[in-house]
């Protein structure tokens, strides 16, 4: 389940934290979180200071396959261009 997004009326955006992570605003960036526990985050993915690097943290119950794959499906419209 997608964590729940706070508010920064400063920035006029939505904020989730990533625990220093992740440092760079991407669309891309998002934690899914356990159904029953919103405090435990499950997966983090988001883009680093680097901007061409990015982060993945993952726990049970996903597997590398699992987290790699749901990783790389936020990112599917960025790795192909059509011509």
Known sequence: MGKPTTVLESLE???LDF???VAA?????F???HPDDMDKTLMLFGRTQDR???SM???HPF???QAFAI???SMDSHLVTFD
């Open 25 to 29: 605003a991407s669309v891309k960036n």
């Open 13 to 15: 955006a939505y904020c």
């Open 71 to 73: 990783a790389l499906s």
């Open 52 to 54: 061409q690097v990015y």
């Open 63 to 65: 597997t590398p396959v």
């Open 31 to 33: 934690l899914l979180s």
């Open 19 to 21: 625990g220093g992570r």
């Open 57 to 59: 943290d993952y726990a």
